[in-house]
């Protein structure tokens, strides 16, 4: 590398470091804020935003990965959107928790998703998603939150499709198709079955808060 590329390369280093620290104490004054008429609302705010702030060290490190540039804003937002659900006036607004955990939720599984779905079926994408699905449908049913299970069975069915797809590239095309015919009759049969039980588990998930 010759000096002047080093140079150009350090620059860029500082002037990301440097995004980084403004970010940093805009989400801080956004966190403290006293003027907010829901001082939580701003904290909420002032999380995110500090959060995607710590972007700044993937563009100093030059990654092109989206992955590493969406995962803490939305961790923050779905952790920050669970916590809200609790708040009440004058010290928050629980409606802003449905905005912030939906937000992270399609920013987290949605990211994956579309990468899952233009990558080669040999990329890491598809099993990353069904960590992620996996991992927000035991948050669901830790913080009983309706919405966290709707994603991630949204985020399985993608999975599944996906390996569907996969299967059928490589597969005869009867095959897939005498699968999906077997695996739909297997889980109608199981519905039917076991009716009462699917009932008792949708009158739970009404009763969870978003």
């Not at 923050?76 to 939720?105: F, K, Q």
């Not at 920013?107 to 990353?128: D, M, N, R």
């Not at 994603?151 to 999975?159: E, I, S």
Request: aromatic share 4%.
């Amino acid at each position: 590398m010759s000096g002047s590329d080093a140079g150009v390369l350090g620059a860029d280093v500082a002037l990301a470091l440097a995004g980084l620290a403004a970010s940093l104490a805009t989400a801080a004054l956004v966190a403290t804020e006293p003027s907010w008429a829901a001082p939580r609302v701003g904290l909420w705010a002032g999380l995110v935003l500090g959060a995607a702030s710590l972007d700044w060290l993937s563009v100093a490190a030059h990654l092109q990965e989206a992955q590493a540039y969406i995962a803490a804003p939305a961790l923050a937002a779905i952790g920050c959107g669970l916590a809200a659900r609790g708040d009440r006036p004058p010290e928050g607004r629980s409606e802003v928790a449905l905005p912030l955990l939906g937000g992270g939720l399609v920013l987290l599984l949605g990211t994956s998703g579309l990468q899952a779905l233009a990558a080669s079926s040999g990329s890491w994408y598809l099993p990353l998603l069904l960590g992620e699905a996996i991992a927000v449908l035991v948050l669901a049913v830790v913080a009983e939150s309706r919405l966290c299970a709707v994603a991630a069975g949204a985020a399985l069915a993608g999975v599944s499709l996906r390996a569907l797809g996969i299967a059928a590239a490589s597969l005869p095309l009867y095959a897939v198709f005498g699968g999906c015919a077997l695996l739909l009759l297997t889980g109608s049969v199981g519905l039917a079955l076991e009716r009462e039980r699917v009932n008792r588990v949708r009158d739970t998930l009404m009763r969870w808060r978003p």
